[in-house]
């Protein structure tokens, strides 16, 4: 059994016809699990819906006590991609003992050409496999939370260059 | 790097608009990791485009060779899903030393709402993490070769009962 | 007020990930009508579900019967390309004083990719304003009934070339 | 031959991955007519990309002269909805003698479930039917320039309410 815990991110905005403007509305993870025939078991909670860019540290804080509460030792967590990182290292210090595999999107899923689908069959994948510890799973790799950055001009996740 | 064989299946299937009926043009897998933005290195090489139910011993056979021959040690295979476990079998025989991942679709990507990208997205991952040997990427889970059936009425891979 | 009849043909099939075969299952006439926003009052009603090359003259005469029957005088009549010049024709001897239109698509629209949305409102459209009488709505154009045949080499609509 | 005049609007906007915001690249008009198989013979022309809130009088002018300008008769443009009413105002005192139909999107064409198609459908169908004048093309309907308006609320067109 895993938990997936939605926080919100690009993964789940929605384009609002009226104001032409992207929202939340709710989250599309259990349409996207049944597309894809998942029949592993997935308990789904929906933590908060946010843009990562206005998450706060309290948001980190709620998150990190959804992950230490849930009976669950393997969690992935949708996340937007811009502060998935600070996140992790968030998780990592607090939750030791637990697989927690973060995930997200670069487009959203309800606009058709989403890697969304493809992350989060990724993601659901590397959480049951992955020893304990906390991950980034984005463009088909996964990253340890203290070696991965986010390129936002190239809008893709990389392992930083370290100096030698 | 990895090694990814296409052999066809639903996967790659598409609508011949003037006939009305389906056949394979060319694979989509390119174009399917675009779109997930895979950014791991993988090696596309289209062996056949075939229906699984009509591949023969000798199609197998020219599937072990290749994942014999290429120089990566871990392979993601695309396949029919009726006869998945079949090619399972003959590749866990022929390949002691390698980790292969095949998976395929119940529904063809071209039509939009498929569990390919879902699936593909998943062998990829199981294709970094697993310890050699051959095994079936399907419905969000991992299959040994040698325990995994797949339920034609339901549409879906299981673990056969077995008796105590 | 128009009429909407529905008669199957590629447009309304749908894919079984079962049997791996193309079928009917119901209509997505309502479903594309709100997607199109389309406010324009119409009445739908599933007269069969069939693939046009198996329409019989009996079929035929219940089309025109319910066209004959209906309050409506501008009616759509969704149907399969490959023999929608011939149920046309029987249309226009015994309906005389309405407006009727025959669509289709070549690609089913549950196929994400289909000409049937565009056709739709484009005889939605052109039943509004055409004068009485029997018109085909493909491709962008409408054609009197006896003025239009089926390129099935090139799956276009097409008014024949005539003997000077 | 039809002239399509591309100013921009819902229709056309895309969604940037990097910022996470709508723009506009390039129109899809010419992929959404090919989807459509539509052989109609259409010169399409853009003459701006914009959101029709952020027109100027000055952007009206352009159009009214390309409009003017082509040689044919039958006109179809596709632009913002929020401003659409305006336009249409300005055409119709600037050209007295042509058919045009101006149409727009509420969802974006690339976001998949747009009414784009469906109204582009409709717009290329009264074009071809219409009376010299000036029209709108939206949810099905048609309206003349001087009986409609945008309800924003709804996100609709209607007939504004007459006093008796």
């Known amino acids: 059994m895993l938990r997936l815990l939605v926080t919100g991110g690009t993964f789940d905005k929605e384009y609002d016809e009226i104001s032409g403007t992207l929202f939340f509305k709710d989250t599309h993870v259990g349409e996207m699990l049944r597309l894809g025939r998942c029949l592993v078991p997935v308990a789904i909670e929906t933590v908060m819906l946010l843009d990562s860019l206005q998450m706060t540290d309290a948001d980190r804080a709620t998150i990190a006590d959804r992950c230490r ?9 949708t996340h ?85």
């Open 69 to 77: 509460a849930c009976p669950e030792t393997r969690i992935v967590i």
């Open 80 to 164: 937007g991609t811009d502060t998935m990182v600070e996140t992790a290292a968030v998780l990592a210090l607090r939750i030791p003992d637990k697989t927690i595999v973060l995930t997200g999107a670069m487009v959203p899923y309800a606009f058709g050409s989403s890697d969304g689908l493809f992350n989060l069959g990724s993601a659901i994948s590397f959480a049951q496999v992955l020893p304990a510890g906390v991950w980034v799973a984005m463009n088909g790799s996964y990253f340890a939370w203290d070696d991965v950055q986010k390129d936002r001009a190239a809008g893709v996740f990389i392992r930083p260059t370290r100096p030698a």
